[in-house]
């Protein structure tokens, strides 16, 4: 393999296609029809081409090491380095960060507003959003992770539906104060470790005691990225307005920096303070499972009712994450990868009709199976793998969380399984309602299926889901040595076998 800095290739690879594009100065009126559609081209080979790095860079990893590899260290200033590096559970994100942006290009090919300015704005989420996995620094990190409230904040801002500023200015909102606390958090680990490199502070021993506030300070920015109950009411909100390419990547990407921020930070820095808010997370985990899905049951609107799903399925991540066994963490890992696939596969779902319709009510469909069979056969394989059915990717991570979870509290993983059981209630109910039937709405009668753009966007995200849960063990073989090293660390402080 060529020794390159692969890392800050991938990373800044979108950020130059940004630049480009604001060089473009003429184009960002959006007055000239051609030259948009040399912009979402042109965007679209960008993020290509980052996949394809992305793809270098897991041809060359070497799964069965539990270290970071691809490393690469300068001084940058008062102390801080410029440190990027990746081990199974970042790259594994990143290979999904990197391959559901062109998906994202392909879904937006029918915006018409600023094309220039959003596709700039895509261009530099993904810039912030690899540099979030890849930075080992601590304040590197920080500045990739806050740096990516402002690029979703315009998109849905701008480009969202009609109470885009209110959603927009709740999101930025919500998310800013958790992490005001994490920062605090962070000048304090700073002072006390005297280092800002990640692999260097989790292998400092902090003072329990003080790990309590750290663990707190933390969790206040990943609970409310994830998000868990109850802060999690930002999220449907967002949602709803977002255009359709930023809710795949809100729901597939950003949430899932959360329970990366548990497994990277929380676990190894603060095992002390997690033994200790265990049961917290246990309970909040089984409620927002239990919750969130009765919740969805209730909503008229798809998309509002796909993002309560998703709290629920990050319920099962956080039960993982915190059973602190090589089931759990797994499972959690696995979720996450997983909700990626399916849940950017069911927002683009509703991006289909929605482009058609323009209207994502509940009532307004039904008998889209009589128009649109093969739209409602991916439709209906995505549901089943939200609901997790065995055969799809949706099944082995939530199984593997509740076997984890249920080694530790029995009643969790009861809590959990009533979870299972509510999401296929109102999944299948949602397909009932828009599916099937007889089509009663004259404006349905023109409705048309999947045109070729996006057959392309679907086909890899079948692929996937299909692959995931026929061979889990493509990406749990990948991840299974930097999950063993994070339990191994977990499991010493808490004093149990694995």
């Known amino acids: 393999m060529i020794d390159a800095p692969w890392l800050s290739i991938l990373i800044f690879l979108p950020a130059a296609g940004a630049a480009l594009l ?18 979402k081209i042109m965007s679209l080979v960008v993020t290509i081409a980052t996949f394809i790095i992305s793809l270098i860079v897991l041809a060359g990893f070497d799964p069965s090491s539990a270290g970071y590899q691809f490393i690469e260290r300068t001084p940058w200033a008062f102390g801080v380095d410029y440190h990027l590096g990746v081990d199974g559970l970042s790259l594994a994100l990143i290979v999904l960060t990197t391959a559901l942006m062109p998906l994202c290009i392909l879904a937006s090919w029918t915006i018409e507003k600023q094309v220039a300015s959003y596709m700039t704005l895509f261009l ?44 927009a200015f709740k999101f930025f909102l919500y998310t ?38 750290l663990w707190l300070a933390f969790f206040a920015s990943f609970a409310v990225k994830m998000p868990m109950w109850p802060v999690h009411t930002w999220l449907p909100d967002a949602h709803v307005e977002a255009p359709t390419a930023a809710s795949v990547i809100l729901a597939a990407i950003l949430l899932k920096m959360g329970g990366y921020g548990f497994l990277r930070f929380s676990l190894p820095m603060f095992p002390d ?10 309970a909040l985990s089984v409620v927002a499972i239990v919750y969130a899905s009765l919740v969805a049951f209730r909503q008229t609107d798809i998309k509002k009712l796909i993002a309560y799903s998703s709290v629920a399925h990050m319920g099962f991540v956080t039960m993982g994450i915190f059973a602190g066994n090589a089931q759990g963490v797994q499972g959690a890992i696995f979720q996450m990868i997983s909700h990626g696939v399916i849940s950017a596969a069911l927002f683009l779902c509703v991006g289909v009709v929605y482009d058609r319709m323009h209207t994502r009510e ?24 939200n609901v997790g059915l ?94 063993d090293a994070i339990v191994a660390g977990y499991q010493a402080v808490r004093g149990a076998a694995p």
């Open 362 to 385: 509940i009532a307004f469909y039904g008998g889209l199976v009589n128009r649109m069979p093969v739209y409602a056969a991916v439709f209906m394989l995505f549901t089943l793998g």
């Open 124 to 167: 530099l989420l993904e810039t912030l959003m690899i540099g979030v996995f890849a930075a080992l620094d601590l304040v590197v990190f920080y500045i990739f992770f806050e740096g990516g409230l402002i690029p979703m904040f315009i998109l849905i801002g701008v480009w969202g539906g009609a109470r885009r500023v209110y959603a």
């Open 273 to 282: 303070a997690s033994v200790y808010f265990t049961p917290l997370v246990f």
């Open 390 to 483: 065995p055969g799809l990717s949706g099944f082995p991570g939530e199984i593997l969380t509740m076997v984890g979870a249920f080694s530790v509290n029995a009643w969790v993983a009861a809590g959990a399984c009533l979870g299972m059981i509510l999401s296929a209630v109102y999944g299948l109910t949602l397909y009932r309602k828009v599916a099937f039937g007889v089509i009663e709405n004259p404006k349905l009668a023109a409705i048309t299926d999947l045109n070729g753009r996006e057959w392309v966007i679907f086909t890899p995200l079948i692929i996937a889901a299909l692959v995931l849960g026929l061979a889990p063990g493509v990406a749990l073989d990948f991840t299974r040595a930097s999950s």
């Open 176 to 213: 800013l104060l958790g992490s005001v606390l994490m920062l605090v958090a962070i000048v304090a680990m700073i002072l006390i470790a005297g280092t800002t490199s990640i692999p260097d502070l989790a292998a400092y021993s902090f003072d329990p005691a003080v790990q309590l506030w």
């Open 22 to 39: 604001v060089a473009s100065r003429s184009g960002l009126s959006g007055a000239n029809p051609g030259f948009d559609r040399g912009v």
